[in-house]
């Protein structure tokens, strides 16, 4: 029998995607540009939160955004109403962003005059936590009517991110929803993780959102 050569590609295009993320991280560092890599399930809230982030750091740093959907610009038109600056990314069918896409839209979106970045990543809770972007961190949405066992489906998610966001809490009356248990699952995939439970809709929980934003800014701009 001949013998024959494997290729693991999957690993070859995580290795280079890796190698890229590193670089662009460099990047970001000496231009002292935060970029915050924002992931989450469709539904969850996302482009709600970060209008509200928006309102809670406008005043005192310079804000962009990155929105990546499959298709649409539903949600940069939507974002583009407050001033801010912001770009729509369109990957044409792929689930995910990539340390390639986001820097070409760092790119489009010049970040010479930019504190802080949102890249807003396409709703799914599976391909984005598989490629690093080259974001300075991560977070996650996780929604009230998603469930509470949502730790245990995702686990890469939940292990990858340094904060998560539990949102819609204004409707916790209404679901069957066991915030400690989601608290607990979370913390033994990932302990050193940032949880805060807020209300994009209600601005609950975001001022301590935007108070942990202020600290990782100013440890990245320190390095």
């Known amino acids: 029998m001949e013998k024959y050569k494997v290729l693991e590609i999957k690993q070859s295009v995580f290795e280079d995607n890796d190698r890229q993320a590193d670089l662009l991280r460099e990047e970001l560092k000496e231009n002292k540009t935060f970029l915050l890599n924002l992931m989450s399930s469709p539904g969850s809230g ?37 001033g801010t600056k912001v770009i729509q990314l369109h990957t044409g069918g792929m689930c995910h ?12 979106l010049g970040t010479e005059e930019l504190d802080f970045v ?40 939940f292990s990858i991110v ?33 949880i805060i439970p807020i209300s994009a809709k209600t601005g609950e929980g975001i001022h301590e959102w935007a108070d942990w934003i202020r600290t990782e800014v100013k440890n990245w701009n320190k390095r």
């Not at 740093?61 to 298709?71: N, P, S, Y």
């Not at 248990?181 to 940032?194: D, H, M, Q």
């Open 46 to 82: 996302k482009t709600t939160t970060v209008l509200r982030t928006i309102n809670a750091l406008k005043d005192e740093m310079r804000i962009g955004i990155l929105e990546a959907d499959i298709d649409s610009d539903v949600d940069a038109n939507t974002v583009a109403k407050t």
């Open 97 to 108: 962003l990539d340390a390639d896409m986001t820097k070409q839209g760092l790119s489009g």
């Open 118 to 157: 949102i890249l807003e990543n396409i709703g799914n809770l599976v391909c984005p936590a598989e490629f690093d972007t080259g974001a300075s961190k991560n977070a996650m949405i996780l929604s009230l009517p998603e469930g509470d066992d949502k730790p245990l489906k995702y686990p890469l998610m």
């Open 162 to 194: 340094d904060v998560l966001l539990i949102n819609k809490i204004d409707a916790i009356d209404y679901f069957d929803f066991d915030l400690e248990a989601v608290k607990e699952y979370t913390r033994k995939l990932n302990p050193n993780i940032k």
